[in-house]
């Protein structure tokens, strides 16, 4: 087995080079599904291992919940072709690569307390089947201190090996949500810290053999975690701020998305409906909190804008009462269509947290429900309740129709049509700022939307 210490980027410039190396990627979520075909397509040997058998079973039938159909088909080509393995086996993947690709996230449990519990099960069983030489890679982002302590020591203990002298250890971490697409992945630049230069050389190498992006290189491990956690709070901050802003408006009249157009050049302001309505980092800003707890030290800020952006499922279920109210309905037993819950726009991906909170409130209050997305399939997936095949069928005899997600199908919504099939008076509730509030009620409907004080 080739060490992947020693990689350089002549080593690995071509697919017959790359094919004398195999990548274990640990944890088959999107992240490493992603880093799974990106290498693959590179010419690296690649081996998938996750615990749970259900992903295992998915990958190799090419049938992958919000993963672009010919990604999950060319994956399982390259099962076909043997140049693909997949495992529930993770000491066994270990074993058999050279480098190897960490996915698996820290949790957040219910008490809002970061649970490393899978990090260290991942650790133990990679050191398991670790062999002198490999390179391991983590791409979750973690706590400061976190990669250097409980990483490389679970690792160490399960292997009995040192790291930076029988194996290289690097912190590459890629946040979650919307960093967590192909594009974003294979285009984005990506940083690399790792706890010695030979390490740092070989990641880096590799990292851009599989994506076209920059790789910035550094040696210190704890500012690049502290950074990532940084970055993530601050967008996390600007949001709540941004929504706060939004909610004014929407009381004081004033349409939030016409007023951010005549912002000072430099005011850092989110614009459009659809970033409101995007999902917050969530992860990332329990991590700062945790760390400045351990550290006797109280992070205010952060602390309110999670409080703020926990909200906001609750605001849009208040804008859609509103709106049905003024239609002189109730809540209780009217017909909502939710049009888009994807996270990402024109794409298979997951339901955007906030989607899924909505869905659960409005049924909470007696809302009946119907659900379309064109880039979910009903037979992919049971997780979206009230999921309909067309988009007809979802707007049937609707009092409302709420856009959460803003495909371009949807933006060639006829307002026309809309009133033939819908049950008048009815309302729109448009929380992606695709429609125009004043066509929309010139054709008598009744308007809302996220920061829309009109």
């Known amino acids: 087995m080739y060490p992947a210490l020693q990689i350089k980027p002549e080593d690995i410039d071509t697919p017959e080079k790359r094919g004398k190396y195999t990548v274990g990627i640990i944890g088959c979520g999107r992240l490493g599904v992603f880093h799974a075909w990106l290498s693959a397509e590179k010419g690296f040997k690649v081996y998938c291992a996750d615990t ?3 992903i295992i079973s998915n990958i190799a039938k090419g049938k992958l919940p919000f993963i ?13 072709d043997g140049s693909l393995n997949i495992t529930t086996d993770i000491k066994v993947a270990a074993s058999q690569s050279n ?3 960490i996915t698996v996230p820290a949790e957040i449990d219910d008490k809002e307390k970061v649970d490393y519990s899978k990090i260290e099960h991942a650790c133990k069983h990679v050191g398991l089947g670790l062999q002198r030489g ?12 976190v990669t250097q302590s409980l990483i490389r020591e679970n690792l160490e203990n399960a292997s009995g090996t040192k790291c930076g002298v029988d194996f290289g250890l690097v912190y590459s971490p890629v946040q979650s949500l919307h ?13 690399v810290a790792a706890l010695d230069k030979s390490s740092l050389n070989a990641a880096s190498a590799f990292l851009e053999a599989i994506i ?6 550094t ?17 996390d901050v600007n949001l709540a701020l941004a929504r706060e802003f939004a909610i004014f408006c929407e009381n004081a009249g004033v349409d939030y998305i016409e007023a951010t157009k005549l912002k000072v050049k430099d005011a850092r302001i989110n614009e459009t409906p659809s970033a409101l309505f995007n999902d917050a980092p969530f992860r990332e800003p329990y991590l700062l909190i945790e760390d400045s707890e351990n550290l006797n030290l109280k992070t205010r800020i952060p602390k309110v804008a999670r409080e703020i952006n926990m909200t906001i499922a609750k605001h849009a279920t208040n804008l859609i009462r509103d709106a049905l109210k003024n239609c002189s309905k109730t809540t209780r037993r009217a017909r909502v269509a939710l049009l888009g819950v994807t996270y990402a726009k024109n794409t298979q991906a997951p339901p955007k947290k906030i989607a899924m909170e909505l869905i659960k409130m409005l049924t909470t209050k007696g809302v009946r429900l119907s659900v379309y997305d064109p880039y979910i399939s009903t037979e992919e997936t049971s997780e979206v309740p009230n999921l309909k095949k067309n988009l007809t069928d979802a707007l049937e005899g609707a009092d409302c129709v709420a856009i959460l997600t803003g495909h371009d199908e949807f933006k060639k919504l006829d307002l026309k049509e809309l009133k033939v099939v819908m049950k008048m008076p009815a309302a729109v509730v448009d929380f992606e700022g695709i ?11 009744i308007y809302r939307g996220l920061g829309r004080g009109v």
């Not at 500012?223 to 709070?233: C, H, I, K």
């Open 68 to 80: 672009q159909r010919e990604i999950a088909l060319k994956l399982r080509n390259h099962i076909k």
């Open 212 to 217: 076209k992006g920059n790789v910035k290189k």
């Open 219 to 235: 040696l210190n491990v704890k500012m690049v975690e502290a950074v990532t956690l940084f970055e993530a709070v601050q967008n």
């Open 52 to 54: 749970d058998r259900t």
């Open 435 to 445: 429609m125009e509030p004043l066509e929309v009620e010139k054709e008598g409907f």
């Open 134 to 145: 490999s390179l391991i890679i983590i791409t979750g982002v973690v706590g400061v201190g």
């Open 99 to 101: 480098i190897i690709v």
């Open 179 to 191: 960093e967590q697409t192909l594009e974003a992945i294979e285009k984005g630049d990506r940083i």
